[in-house]
Nanobody
């Protein structure tokens, strides 16, 4: 049974950092492209970052240079390191394996002073 457990979200001041985790079970993340999405109130879900099975990464222009996606295959976990956070980064963040089309519950990130 596929499960995704996102964690690490919090209230943080502008300019701060957070590391989000996505612990997967029921499948092996190293065999799947893994994405991070976010959804802000009243807005559509937005693709933030992608990591391929080979480890290559790509990012939305809005987070490029500030966010880093990575994975630890031994822990079957995907991460999203977020630096220089801005109020517009406020959203619920989800990890998502496109081939499995499964969504977890997400984790709330709020950037506010």
């Amino acid at each position: 049974q596929v499960q995704l457990l996102e964690s690490g979200g919090a209230l943080v001041q502008p300019g701060g950092s957070l590391r989000l985790s996505c612990a997967a079970s029921g499948f092996t993340i190293s065999s799947y492209v893994m994405n991070w999405y976010r959804q802000a109130p009243g807005k559509e879900r937005e693709l933030v970052a992608i990591i391929s099975t080979a480890g290559s990464t790509s990012y939305a222009d809005s987070v490029k240079g500030r966010f880093t996606i990575s994975r630890d295959n031994a822990k079957n976990t995907v991460y999203l390191q977020m630096n220089s956070l801005k109020p517009e980064d406020t959203a619920v963040y989800f990890c998502f394996p496109p081939r499995l089309n499964y969504w977890g519950q997400g984790t709330q990130v709020t950037v506010s002073s």
